[in-house]
């Protein structure tokens, strides 16, 4: 098909330039410049999609972002991109569309037949319809979903890539119409620096499709000119196909930018601007809206500034034979331009019943009859429109049928204050033009334009003018001659909009479809039922109706709702009020906001300076906060099972070597540094010797363990501590809170080390040996180092410190080394000496010898919930001094007898597994809710008893010593428990000879 | 491929207008005093012979010596060329060698802050182009300390468990700014 509706002449599109494009499958031709849109009419496609809820034809209604109809899906597979408005796509070479919402086709929509039964699908239907039985909810969910819809997600990850900047400038101004322009250059002129973004590829907005002059020039090519000069600006930035679609706190507005497409893989799709502004000035513009008359969707019915968009802006005719109906000044422009473009127009019906004669004569001079006081009632056709049928605006029923395929309608101008009320500003109506405007701001920002209310171009380009120097003013700049700068001389018909409320048009059957809100298939009817029905709010008739949601979240519709609800409540408009207005504006594609940070890298990941000798190792790496860590480290041919019991073992009967880096390290310095952990601590730590190191226990506030790890004494005034890996960051946040806030008076300082050590503990009852061999300098027997002693040596010649610190029960040492050498000591460690060969173990094995001597884990025992006494450590509780947690711990909650404690549980058939997690019963039955008293904390197959282990928090604690509990497993079956026996939490080692070798 | 164990080393990115390359491993250290900071402030000036900016995100340069990076109240990072140091201790304070805690990247040209911009949201428009900086921030999540050596060169240093992580994400946004630049030349 040719470009039958596209005129030769006129126009900003590129002829030069042709684009094939497929819409359906079916092949098409475009220009540079056009939109799917626009080149679709220029196609004389009009079908464009199926409606929401009826699946009624659908065709292209606006020209801008408040296209409510022509949604179409873009791309195929992953790339596919659903709900993309065709009015705003911009036309590239093999584009490739389809239509949404039908089936099996655009032309033949099977689920059209919701359109037959739509009299008994009013608004609301499915909560009363589908209310029983309830347990077929879901397959009636399922097929509602379906037969309502708004395109299908792709189910392939996104291949394309998204950026994402923070900006910040002196003034962002959003949008590139004369107002916004003007603002910008006047801005820009006092030295400030200046962000200007418009959502179209070309500046200008609407005088992209007017037929004005502007310094002479045509007002398209004015807007071309001010653009550029203001690109050519040092203290300018600008972003065309930029649109700003939230206005966030701390005057920061967000922003997505289009990328057009190239070949270079690395080029972003879209970049996500948040950008933070010391003033904003808004110049987004007015949103038409539609009339409301009877059958008011057809394909061809068309808002009137789109209409004449599409003949200027495009040299599009979107139809052959037109019919105007308007309620303002703008109707006759569009006649005009129809008109001079070569379009036939059939008539203006203007719902007023008196207009300028200047008017009338510009009608008169192209043979338009004119009928004032006459609007359309009713329209008829098929997947096209037919006919209308016009009348007077106060008598139902219509008198006369009109052929026509294109009707142009204008229902007034909606401010687009969408941005304004997004910074908590209420906007307030206004009568002279019966519509919403921005009310006192909330933020640093002004509205100006048509944004404002304000339709007249002079009137726009002036405010522009003060707006841009005011904010410049206010962001701190001297404006030193503010008559710099003056606004284009216009040419050409500019006329005042003038417009008269004009709400619904006379119903001319009972059951006749007025839609209000095109995209979601809300007609007048279903606001009169909502209102009937109690949803007399605007904000639950927006959710009874759905009026106002959807894509284009009411950009056309949500006025005319408004005051079609007033009317019924017998209020004015602003007693109604407008629902909120909340981001994004347009929409916005999920992989835009998640940027770069997406599938694994979703979080940043953390690596140990030996991570490279552990991928060499052959590692199965897990995560451990933001730390990737070895699980463990299996051969070939070996489970992770084995592997992990493997590990195990040879750390009870030789030598094995672990990562401990992501411990969190903290130096503690000062002359009151004893004192500080005296406080932070449940034990005493002032007393410490230099040289020795101690195991402590902080709590919280309400007397919960926060946290254990060892402090070493390195002299009179200084520390080390280490604390566990997950909540590195957050004891050294606890520590400074209590510095800086309870306790600004004791001379401490911190300084964070995790990052500066790199970390080893070389454990088992080889290990001295294995140590001492690269450690010639001093001997490590335990006369010179005895547990919990500390030294600063060399190892391997590398600078370390060496703590005799245990996690596993067996003789053990913890290596600390500068971070830059930790893979250098770590390939020292593994190197096989006199026939002992260190083994390398990793978190698994770690948490098999910790739960064999029955130490707490951070997060699994000491889970927030439980107190030092509940995990049998009340020894540690100081009553010497105070501590942080001392006096909650006093509340009698905290010493009830019934709490839940620390104990070990053995299988009592041998063999079987005692799963971690499992609820602990006192009967071998579930007695259902209430029932359980504790539960596993930790479960793991024990080497050194070659069975089933686990610690559990249970109520009583050791007083249930040698009973029988049971072990509610949900994954066996509610009735199924394993039986277990209670002992005390130690399985291995208790007296500590092994630790103490 | 990165080398955990020290700085990855030579140009990592080079386009118009853009250069990452590894920054020096220097000699850092950490100097506090929360009771007594001007006892600090005046040992830092009679050892290194120059006072140290006592405001927050200034850098002072020592001729032949540190530069002093002050990030907060009565708190300055010393950062040494290789192999030099602060030769005695410091009163009533601590000095601690930070030195491994973290590795970076030099970023140089036009466009190092449009760089810098794709993950951190700090607003470096009021740094006074003449002098040298610093900030702490985040770059995409990634705890960041920008050290400005000029107008457009800037040194940004990560936590080292972080430095494969900041590489890919810092890259990632090289290449696509490369991509957007070569794509608006091209039309």
Known sequence: MSQKFRNLTGGNISRNSPLDFRFNGTLYQGYQGDTLASALLANGVRLVGRSFKYHRPRGVFSAGPEEPSALVQLGRGPLAEPNTRATQVELSANLEAFSQNCWPSVNLDLLSINNLFSAVLPAGFYYKTFMAPRRLWPWYEKMIRKAAGMGTAPDQADPDHYLCSYAHCDVLVVGAGPSGLMSARAAASTGASVMLVDENPAPGGWLQRERLNLDGMPSANWAESAWQELTDLPNVTVHARATAFGYYDHNMVAILERIPGGTDKDLPSQRLWRVRAKRIVLATGAIERPLVFANND??????????????????????????????????????????????????????????????????????????????VHDTRGGKTLGAVRTGATDV???????????????????????????????????????????????????????????YELEGCLNEGLRAGMQAARLAGFDISDEDSLSIPAISGVNLLYGQEAFWQAPRPGKRSKQFVDIQDDVTTLDIELAHREGYVSVEHLKRYTTLG?????????????????????????????????????????????????TGARVKPTRHTPMHAQHLALGAVFAPLGLWTRPQGYPRPGESMQQC??????????????TDVSTLGKISIQGADAGEFLNRIYVNQFSSLPTGRARYGLMLREDGMILDDGTVTRLSEHAYFMTCTSGNASGVLQHLEYY?????????????????????????????????????????????????????????????????????????????????????????????????????????????????????????????GRTTAEDLGLQRMLSKKKWFVGQLALQRPGLNHADRMKLVGLTPAIAGDELPEGAQVL??????????????????????????SIALALV??????????????????????????????????????????? | MIDHSGSPGGTLFSAPGLTIDAAPVDHWLQ????????????????????????????????????????????RWLLRYPPGRTLDSPAPQSSVTDISDSMLGFRVSGDGARELLGTGCPLELGDWDDTRPGCAHSLFHHIPLLIHRLQNNTLDLLVPRSYLAEFQHALLHSARALAALQSNTENG
Request: overall charge negative; some cysteine.
């Open chain 1, 644 to 657: 992990v019991q493997r590990e195990a073992r040879a750390v009870r009967s030789a030598v094995g070597l």
């Open chain 1, 739 to 863: 510095l800086e806030v309870a306790w600004p008076e004791l001379d401490v300082n911190l300084c964070e080390l995790t990052e500066q050590w790199a970390a080893v503990a070389l454990a088992g009852p080889l290990s001295r040996g294995v140590l001492q061999r690269l450690c010639p300098e001093s001997a490590l027997d335990a006369t010179h180092l005895p547990v919990m002693g500390a030294i600063d040596t060399t190892v391997a010649g590398i600078p370390a410190r060496i703590i005799r610190i245990s996690f596993s029960g067996e003789l053990a040492f913890e290596i600390y080394v500068p971070s830059s050498r930790g893979g250098e000591l770590w390939d020292a460690l593994l190197v096989t000496r006199d026939h002992i060969e260190v083994t390398p173990y990793g978190m698994d094995a770690l948490e098999v010898l910790r739960i064999e001597k029955g130490f707490i884990g951070i997060g699994t025992e000491a889970d």
């Open chain 1, 396 to 454: 139902a029923g219509g008198s006369q049928w009109v052929d026509c395929d294109l009707l142009a309608v204008s229902g007034g101008w909606s401010p687009a204050v969408h941005l304004h009320a997004q910074t908590g500003a209420r906007p307030v109506y206004s009568p002279q033009i019966e519509a919403f405007v921005p009310g006192p701001s909330k933020q640093a920002e002004q509205t100006i334009g048509a944004a404002r209310g304000n």
């Open chain 1, 549 to 597: 949601m959807g894509t284009d979240q009411g950009k056309t519709s949500n006025i005319n709702g408004m005051a079609l609800l007033a009317r019924l409540r017998q209020e004015p408009i602003p007693r109604v009020g407008t629902t909120t207005f909340r981001p994004p504006y347009t929409p916005v594609t999920l992989g835009a906001l998640a940027g770069g940070e």
């Open chain 1, 298 to 375: 057809r394909p061809g019915v068309m808002l009137a500034g789109a209409a004449r968009a599409y003949a200027n802006q495009y040299a599009v005719r979107a139809g052959s034979r037109a019919v105007v109906a308007t309620n303002n000044n703008s109707g006759y422009l569009t006649a005009v331009d129809l008109a001079d473009s070569g379009l036939a127009v059939a008539a203006v019906m203007d719902s007023r019943c008196s207009v300028d004669h200047a008017l009338l004569g510009m009608m008169e001079e192209r043979g338009i009859p004119v009928d004032l006081g006459h609007t």
């Open chain 1, 955 to 997: 109520k009583g604690g050791s007083i249930r010593s040698g009973d029988t509990v049971f072990l509610a497993d949900p994954a066996r079956g509610a009735n199924q428990t394993i039986p277990a026996r209670v002992t005390a939490p130690c399985f291995y080692d208790p007296e500590g000879a092994r630790l103490h070798d």
């Open chain 2, 31 to 74: 100097a506090g005093s929360r009771a007594h900071p001007s006892q600090l402030k005046a040992f830092l000036a009679t050892a290194l012979g120059v006072e140290p900016n006592e405001r927050v995100n200034t850098v002072t340069r020592v001729p032949g010596g540190p530069e002093i990076l002050a990030v907060g109240p009565g």
């Open chain 1, 922 to 947: 006192a009967q071998a039955v579930s007695t259902g809710p209430g029932c359980s008293i504790g539960h596993v904390s930790s479960s793991t197959h024990s080497v050194v008893l070659g069975t």
